[in-house]
Nanobody, 126 residues
Framework: QVQLVESGGGLVQAGGSLRLSCAAS????????MGWFRQAPGKEREFVAA????????SYADSVKDRFTISRDYVKNTVYLQMNILKPEDTAVYYC???????????????????WGQGTQVTVSS
């Protein structure tokens, strides 16, 4: 069982930056692929970024590539999402997720992740 708690969301102007954090409980953090997803009002939850259990590979949605960076800290049991050059279309609730997989390339589908946080709101004003 893994419990996830996100933080770091807020209101920012377009072009600004935010860093989201996701603190994971449990001693098996290193065994899980970690992902970030987001959901805007009236839209389906969509993939943003993910990092493999080993930390060796990452995946990004095309819409955030070169602007967002995912990373993980095995000592702090925390995964981060650094978001730069934010756009109004990045406005959404951002969710952290954990998937018990040893895949080399982390998954991009919601069904590949068993545990989810409660979400943190990110609002980008124009």
């Amino acid at each position: 069982q893994v419990q996830l708690v996100e933080s770091g969301g807020g209101l920012v102007q377009a072009g600004g930056s935010l860093r989201l954090s996701c603190a994971a409980s449990g001693r098996t953090f290193s065994s899980y692929a970690m992902g970030w997803f987001r959901q805007a009002p009236g839209k389906e939850r969509e993939f943003v970024a993910a990092v493999a259990w080993s930390g060796g590979r990452t995946s990004y949605a095309d819409s955030v590539k070169d602007r967002f960076t995912i990373s993980r800290d095995y000592v702090k049991n925390t995964v981060y999402l650094q978001m730069n050059i934010l756009k109004p279309e990045d406005t959404a609730v951002y969710y952290c997720a954990a998937g018990n997989t040893r895949a080399i390339v982390p998954g991009t589908r919601t069904y590949e992740y068993e545990f989810w946080g409660q979400g943190t709101q990110v609002t980008v004003s124009s």
